[in-house]
């Protein structure tokens, strides 16, 4: 009995993978976080099954388990932050914010992004590691055979250079 049902979710699994995944994705809109919410969603799935009224309404159901499950996800990552410049937070997720604050957040992100991608490959590298992989100073010098204090020495040239263009940027555009 186990095993029949097993391999009946295997299809239905198959069959509804790429429904489920995208659906998590468009909401997440992340493939890491997408794949947990996958996975917990299938899990939710597995353990009420019996609930399926008919086999015609699974795929709905199990995109209604991936949408709630990410919503839940973005809940639990509410106050994140990928970015902190000395004091200059960046992309910081608030119920609270109006669509105004929404779009400036959103605006500075996208500007940051821009500005690492403008840094010299041996800093924007640093910078991308430990900011947006949340890599720690010893793990960056791990993983790109360096010493501890060229990470620190990067790390350091790369945020003045970026807040020297973030601050030539936003100066133009609040004189304009």
Known sequence: MIESITL??????????????????RIVKDHGLAEDVLQEAFLKAYDRLEEVESERKLGSW???????????QLRRQKKVTLFH????????????????????????????KRKILMLSPRLRVVMKL?????????????????????????????????RMKLSDELGRNYSA
């Open 130 to 162: 430990h900011y947006y992989d949340h890599l720690k100073e010893n793990e960056i010098a791990q993983e790109l055979l360096l010493s501890p204090g060229a990470v620190k020495s990067r790390l350091h040239r790369g945020r003045t250079a970026l």
């Open 62 to 72: 199990l995109s209604t388990i991936a949408t709630r499950k990410s919503i839940d």
């Open 8 to 25: 009946c979710f295997n299809e239905i699994f198959k069959m509804h993978y790429q429904r489920v995944y995208y659906t998590a994705f």
């Open 85 to 112: 410049t000395e004091g200059v937070l960046m992309n910081q997720i608030d119920s609270d914010c109006n669509v105004e604050e929404d779009c400036e957040i959103l605006f500075l992100e996208e500007s940051v």
